[in-house]
């Protein structure tokens, strides 16, 4: 079986200060990892994904986030907001072999940022 | 491509009535999800087609909701009788392959269903 767990409901950085979005899953078998924005009134889009390749993911936007098996985390960083980042994201896991392939979507983290 | 589009944008209807959201797929994709999302539950999978076929409709809340792919590029979502408990954002995805764990979704700008 497979979860996700998004630590935040909300963070809140001033324009140019780090992000860090906090996300850790659970799997029975070998995860793909995915990170998804939603600007308001707009759809999901997908910022990045892991898929056991490099650990280390770049996505657009600046943003990147890291496998790391040992502690089951997938934080999304990025280096400076911009005020354009402020915005709902969504970390999702889904596995591959033996169970479902859908994937599965945490509650989301609501990124607010200050001028 | 236009990429996934979705019909209407906005629908308000009343206790009762019949509603019909529409879906069309990005050209070539496989798969087909329907989300549901709420302040109170989140983003919630209803359904999903993987080459026009059902796969899972565990989330599809009862009854009165029914989805079908009559073709390969469109989908229907449909709530009938519809309730107040109803209203809520509509997403449907596609994404190209099919049964690939790896498989990016591509979302709709959603349907504003509100049922008074």
């Known amino acids: 079986a497979q979860s996700v767990t998004q630590l935040d409901s909300h963070v809140s950085v001033s324009e140019g200060t780090p992000v860090l979005l906090r996300c850790n899953y659970s799997?029975?078998?070998?995860?793909?990892l995915f990170w998804y924005v939603q600007h308001p009134n707009k759809g999901l889009q997908l910022l990045l994904k892991y898929t056991s390749a490099a650990t280390l993911v770049k996505g657009i936007n600046g943003f990147e986030a890291e496998f790391k098996k040992s502690e089951t985390s997938f934080h999304l960083t990025k280096p400076s907001a911009h005020m354009s980042d402020a915005a709902e994201y969504f970390c999702?896991?889904?596995?591959?072999?033996?169970?479902?392939?859908?994937?599965?979507f945490g509650r989301g983290t609501s990124l607010i940022v200050h001028p | 491509d236009a990429g996934v589009i979705q019909s209407p944008r906005h629908e308000v209807t009343e206790m009762g009535q019949e509603v019909t959201l529409r879906c069309k797929l990005i050209?070539?994709?496989?798969?087909l999800f329907w989300y549901r999302q709420t302040m109170m539950r989140g983003l919630e999978l209803l359904i999903y087609f993987n080459n026009n076929v059902p796969i899972d409709d565990s989330g599809m809340p009862e009854d009165r909701f029914s989805a079908k792919m009559p073709n390969a590029s469109f989908s229907t979502l449909k709530i009938q009788p519809s309730e107040p408990r109803d209203s809520a954002v509509y997403f449907c995805?596609?994404?190209?392959?099919?049964?690939?764990?790896?498989?990016?979704?591509?979302f709709g700008p959603g349907t504003r269903l509100t049922v008074l």
């Open positions: 799997s029975s078998y070998s995860p793909s």
């Open positions: 995805a596609s994404s190209p392959y099919g049964g690939d764990v790896g498989d990016t979704q591509y």
């Open positions: 050209s070539g994709h496989n798969s």
């Open positions: 999702v896991v889904s596995e591959t072999g033996g169970g479902s392939y859908i994937p599965t």
